[in-house]
Each structure stands twice: as structure tokens, then as C-alpha cells.
């Protein structure tokens, strides 16, 4: 069992749906992140929040929209995506983003298919 | 700006066998070095980092890395695999001051019965 949780763990959207995707950590961690991960591929970093900030957005298109409401949760607000949006989305956890020396958290991720 | 290198995307070892996966890195400064695993339908599990202090590193699940300076590596060992090994995994280093890690493109280790 991971100690990050996302749901929902699979999801099918039409493109003009509007979903979101949630992340939740209960490990005091003040960094959280959003990768995005296609088949067979290395995770892509998307975005990455310290301290309920975003501090990195990786020039991901607006249709892609996060969300910090607290220090335990993370979300990915989903409109209007592409067929090419369709991957494994990672949300992952750490102490803070500068303790470099630290390893991020992952959870098992959210399946998206986009029809 | 640093980069991470994996040789070989895929691997095959037998059941029992040693398993070696390769990994080596570029970096300006003394990096942070980890590798991870992942199943399938899962999300990344950390193995094992090397921060600072002993350079042999000793993971879970029977894994170690050593990381050699003068080589620029960090690769992965199993003395003797097991099915259950069968995987993806990942190095990934993290340099200082940078808030980002930088993953490989991953090796999928085969075990064969």
C-alpha cells in the first residue's frame, strides 16, 4: 500500500467533459506533485506545489488545471482534453522541495482514457 | 544540466541469476541518486538513494547500488533474482538546488524461468 492516495484509480472522459483527478497525503509533506506518464515511457513532471503554492508549472497546456486546497491535497482539474492526453497520471509527494536529499512519494496513479 | 543514462531498455536474467542494471549520470555537482521500481499498474516505488556518507546502498527487496564517483555511475544489483523482480525501473538523480528529478528511460527486467 502507498502512502499517497489517488483517485479515482481508472477514468474515461469524452473530450468535452469536465473531471478532476485527487491526490491526498497524510506524511506532513509540503511539496506535492503531477506527472504525467505515457506507455513505456519515463513519468513527465507537469507541476509542483510547495507550500500550497505552485512553483512550477512545465508549460502544460490549460486544460490541465491544478489545485492545492490544503497541505494534504492535490488536484487535477480535467477540461476539454485531447486523445493525446490519454496516459498514467502520478502524483507524488515529498518533504519539501528543497530538501533535495529527500525522495518523492508516489501513489499508483489514475488511468486516463480520453475518447 | 543534468542527465541520467540507462543502458539497455530491456534485460533478461534467470530466476536465481544476478541482476545487474545499469545506470550512469551527468552532473556539475555531487547529485542525489536514486532508483525506483515499478509494477505493473502501479506507481513508482522508491528501491534505495545515495545522498551523502557510504557509497555501497543497500535497498529493499534485496537490492543494493554503489556509487562510484570516478565512473559517474549508480548501478543497480540483486544477487540472485526472483520472479517478482519483474519490473520497470528507474534511476533518477536530483541535483542540488534544483527542485526537479530527472528520470531515465527506464529498464524492463525480464526474469526467466
Known amino acids: 500500500d502507498t502512502e499517497v492516495t489517488q483517485t479515482p484509480k481508472h477514468l474515461v472522459m469524452g473530450m468535452t467533459n469536465k473531471k478532476s483527478l485527487k491526490c491526498e497525503q497524510h506524511m506532513g509533506h509540503r511539496a506535492m506533485y503531477w506527472y504525467k506518464q505515457k506507455a513505456k515511457k519515463p513519468p513527465e513532471l507537469m507541476f509542483v506545489?510547495?507550500?500550497?503554492?505552485?512553483?512550477i508549472n512545465e508549460s502544460v497546456p490549460s486544460r490541465f488545471s491544478p489545485e492545492c486546497p490544503n497541505s494534504s491535497l492535490l488536484n487535477l482539474h480535467l477540461h476539454a482534453l485531447q486523445p493525446e492526453d490519454s496516459a498514467l497520471y502520478l502524483c507524488a509527494s515529498s518533504q519539501e522541495v528543497t530538501a533535495n536529499y529527500q525522495p518523492q512519494h508516489f501513489g499508483d496513479g489514475t488511468r486516463l482514457s480520453i475518447l | 544540466a543534468q542527465s541520467v543514462t540507462q543502458l539497455g531498455s530491456h534485460v533478461s536474467v534467470s530466476e536465481g541469476a544476478l541482476v545487474l542494471l545499469r545506470c550512469n549520470y551527468s552532473?556539475?555537482?555531487?547529485?542525489?541518486l536514486f532508483w525506483y521500481v515499478q509494477y505493473p499498474n502501479q506507481g513508482l516505488q522508491l528501491l534505495l538513494k545515495?545522498?551523502?556518507?557510504?557509497?555501497l546502498v543497500k535497498g529493499i527487496n534485496g537490492f543494493e547500488a554503489e556509487f562510484k564517483k570516478s565512473e559517474t555511475s549508480f548501478h543497480l544489483t540483486k544477487p540472485s533474482a526472483h520472479m517478482s523482480d519483474a519490473a520497470e525501473y528507474f534511476c533518477?538523480?536530483?541535483?542540488?538546488?534544483?527542485?526537479?528529478?530527472?528520470f531515465g528511460k527506464g529498464t524492463r527486467l525480464h526474469i526467466l524461468p
Open positions: 545515495y545522498t551523502t556518507g557510504a557509497t
Open positions: 552532473s556539475s555537482v555531487p547529485p542525489y
Open positions: 533518477a538523480v536530483r541535483q542540488n538546488r534544483d527542485d526537479k528529478i530527472i
Open positions: 506545489y510547495s507550500y500550497e503554492k505552485l512553483s
